[in-house]
């Protein structure tokens, strides 16, 4: 295990006045040109009560060791690119605030699991994407192209508000032990993908996608854990979305 320490600072007022305070961050590491294993490596920082675990990342890469490696775009919970496993739970790096993790042990940082890691906290999120696409997440009609836009009541549209959120983070899916089991079960993310446009009334396509999650791989594997409920940074309920994606397809009305 590598140890990194900055000059000790107790919890007092920086020159900013906002409040500082010693943090230890325990990263999993792993470079694939030279380890056989991952590793684990501590870097004792100094930081402030407004930085999150983002900020701490990004201070070890920027003055520290230049060679950690994990993906982060927006920094404001957007665009998804930074789920990874923070004191053994799902979460955006960027929405995680320091000072609200137990800071009298060090904070684990690992990558998410059930997909394979590339280098350190970067995984490989092909398989992700492509149970994504498997469920055809776009409009499907029929017909001619409309000549006005396509009506919706505010209820219908309100009938799938809630999946209409997700970002692509994967921290669901990645949080789930039936995919850790042996990663073919489709995941959480695809079904909210899916329940996100059978439920659309705009859309023509729901008996397809609920036949391809009617898959030994589909919706029935699900075993309604939470964890992935658990883990959405949007706050979807996720389990609730595959029980309503279940419910149609014995019920098949949608
Ligand atoms: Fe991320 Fe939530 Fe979408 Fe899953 S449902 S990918 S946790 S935003
Ligand atoms: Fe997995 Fe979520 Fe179901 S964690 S088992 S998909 S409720
Ligand atoms: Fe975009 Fe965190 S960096 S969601």
Redesign the pocket.
Known sequence: MTVTTEAPVKETPDAGGVPSFQVTMRLRRFNPESDTEPRWEDHTLTMHGTDRVLDALHKIKWEIDGSLTFRRSCAHGIC?SD?MRINGRNRLACKTLLKDLPLDKPISVEPIKGLAVMKDLVVDMEPFYAAYKSIMPFLITTGNDPSRERRQSPEERERFDDTT?????????TSCPVYWSDGQYFG??AI?GAHRFIFDSRDEGAEERLEILNDREGVWRCRTTFN?TD????G?E?TKAIQEVKQALLFRRV
């Open positions: 998804g789920a959120k997700c970002i692509l983070c994967a921290a669901c899916t959480p993310q909210v992935c883990a959405c940074p949007r979807i996720v």
